[in-house]
């Protein structure tokens, strides 16, 4: 590659390692645990919504700063997938980002070496701020996507809650992929993942786009669409185009042309993404603290979703049918694919996570 990595760790230094890597994350939680939001806020109201509204899907608004209708539940298990953390009530989404997820997990078994793959967090069920974890998947249009392979067995409830993250980065080095976890059928399937046309990007801890920019050597087209961004070391993050008709939801910029990988990969090796904010000028009031955000300050139609009638039930709002949400619950899983990845390491620290706008 053109840039010099060498060089941003040797600038980097004891600075990387003693201050980035020793304050570590939780892998894959990529937001801090935050305080209690207050009942009216819209973590607190959206947070406590259990189903989601009847009609039409339709995403609202962006990104981070929006909410959904019409949500549907990815079904607990599938012949190549399962659902993770069900506690968080987080498996809704608009139907075309479920429809991917369960393609994704097919074709992955099929053509990369995957023998399923296990899906995190989607969004709440009428979508907008969560609690903890995310600023965005609050349209419905979000997905984590873990690195880790599924099982050949259904694990229970209590293990999708319990089992730990494993990060792809070594605890040692700073931002570096570990190549005892690090595996081609984990690039393949990333790459698999951003082939589909109606994925915008994917965002991967920036030691990871490096090392696919460094090492993936089949065609680059989609290389671009893999964003780097703190965090995202033990999962990917899977975010889709609005729908056709969406006109409620309010795009995201393209990624720029070509690979990425660049000046703009570059700049997350260096200080800058670390750089304290700068000091307020003598005499200057100091900034306020953010505001909690309240459901006013979403689109004008997320108040509407909150007060809107909701299905029945879970089942009957899973997609493919009510029957999909336990029809395969208590089927032993396909043995996996050709390509296993053996057993994987201790979770070990990651840097502490500075996400940007997602």
Request: proline share 11%; aromatic share 8%; with cysteine.
């Given at each position: 590659?053109?840039?010099?990595?060498?060089?941003?760790?040797?600038?980097?230094?004891?600075?990387?390692?003693?201050?980035?890597?020793?304050?570590?994350?939780?892998?894959?939680?990529?937001?801090?645990?935050?305080?209690?939001?207050?009942?009216?806020?819209?973590?607190?109201?959206?947070?406590?919504?259990?189903?989601?509204?009847?009609?039409?899907?339709?995403?609202?608004?962006?990104?981070?700063?929006?909410?959904?209708?019409?949500?549907?539940?990815?079904?607990?298990?599938?012949?190549?997938?399962?659902?993770?953390?069900?506690?968080?009530?987080?498996?809704?989404?608009?139907?075309?980002?479920?429809?991917?997820?369960?393609?994704?997990?097919?074709?992955?078994?099929?053509?990369?070496?995957?023998?399923?793959?296990?899906?995190?967090?989607?969004?709440?069920?009428?979508?907008?701020?969560?609690?903890?974890?995310?600023?965005?998947?609050?349209?419905?249009?979000?997905?984590?996507?873990?690195?880790?392979?599924?099982?050949?067995?259904?694990?229970?409830?209590?293990?999708?809650?319990?089992?730990?993250?494993?990060?792809?980065?070594?605890?040692?080095?700073?931002?570096?992929?570990?190549?005892?976890?690090?595996?081609?059928?984990?690039?393949?399937?990333?790459?698999?993942?951003?082939?589909?046309?109606?994925?915008?990007?994917?965002?991967?801890?920036?030691?990871?786009?490096?090392?696919?920019?460094?090492?993936?050597?089949?065609?680059?087209?989609?290389?671009?669409?893999?964003?780097?961004?703190?965090?995202?070391?033990?999962?990917?993050?899977?975010?889709?185009?609005?729908?056709?008709?969406?006109?409620?939801?309010?795009?995201?910029?393209?990624?720029?042309?070509?690979?990425?990988?660049?000046?703009?990969?570059?700049?997350?090796?260096?200080?800058?993404?670390w750089a304290p904010p700068k000091p307020p000028k003598p005499g200057a009031k100091p900034p306020k603290p953010p505001r909690e955000m309240m459901v006013s300050d979403l689109p004008k139609a997320c108040a509407a979703v909150l007060d809107a009638t909701p299905v029945t039930s879970?089942?009957?709002?899973?997609?493919?049918?009510?029957?999909?949400?336990?029809?395969?619950?208590?089927?032993?899983?396909?043995?996996?694919?050709?390509e296993t990845d053996g057993a994987l390491p201790d979770l070990g620290p990651v840097p502490n996570d500075k996400p940007a706008i997602q």
């Amino acid at each position: 590659m053109a840039f010099g990595f060498a060089q941003a760790f040797r600038t980097f230094g004891k600075l990387a390692l003693a201050g980035a890597i020793g304050a570590s994350l939780a892998a894959g939680d990529v937001g801090a645990e935050q305080k209690t939001p207050s009942p009216g806020s819209a973590k607190g109201r959206f947070g406590a919504v259990g189903l989601p509204t009847q009609g039409p899907a339709q995403p609202i608004g962006f990104y981070a700063k929006g909410c959904m209708t019409g949500a549907v539940a990815l079904p607990t298990d599938g012949p190549t997938w399962q659902a993770m953390r069900l506690s968080r009530n987080r498996r809704w989404g608009n139907p075309a980002m479920i429809s991917l997820l369960e393609r994704l997990s097919q074709d992955g078994a099929k053509y990369a070496g995957w023998p399923g793959i296990l899906v995190g967090d989607i969004a709440q069920p009428r979508g907008g701020p969560m609690f903890n974890g995310h600023a965005s998947h609050q349209i419905g249009l979000d997905a984590d996507v873990w690195f880790t392979p599924m099982p050949a067995r259904r694990m229970t409830a209590e293990e999708r809650e319990d089992m730990p993250f494993t990060t792809m980065l070594q605890k040692d080095k700073f931002l570096t992929v570990d190549p005892r976890v690090w595996t081609q059928s984990r690039a393949r399937l990333l790459m698999l993942a951003a082939s589909y046309p109606e994925v915008e990007r994917i965002f991967v801890n920036p030691a990871i786009k490096k090392k696919m920019c460094d090492t993936w050597t089949g065609d680059r087209t989609n290389l671009g669409k893999l964003r780097p961004e703190y965090g995202h070391d033990s999962h990917f993050h899977i975010r889709i185009k609005c729908p056709p008709g969406a006109s409620g939801c309010t795009p995201q910029a393209p990624v720029a042309a070509g690979d990425g990988c660049d000046k703009s990969l570059a700049w997350w090796f260096t200080p800058a993404p670390w750089a304290p904010p700068k000091p307020p000028k003598p005499g200057a009031k100091p900034p306020k603290p953010p505001r909690e955000m309240m459901v006013s300050d979403l689109p004008k139609a997320c108040a509407a979703v909150l007060d809107a009638t909701p299905v029945t039930s879970m089942q009957a709002a899973t997609y493919g049918g009510a029957s999909a949400a336990s029809a395969l619950t208590a089927v032993p899983a396909a043995e996996p694919a050709a390509e296993t990845d053996g057993a994987l390491p201790d979770l070990g620290p990651v840097p502490n996570d500075k996400p940007a706008i997602q």
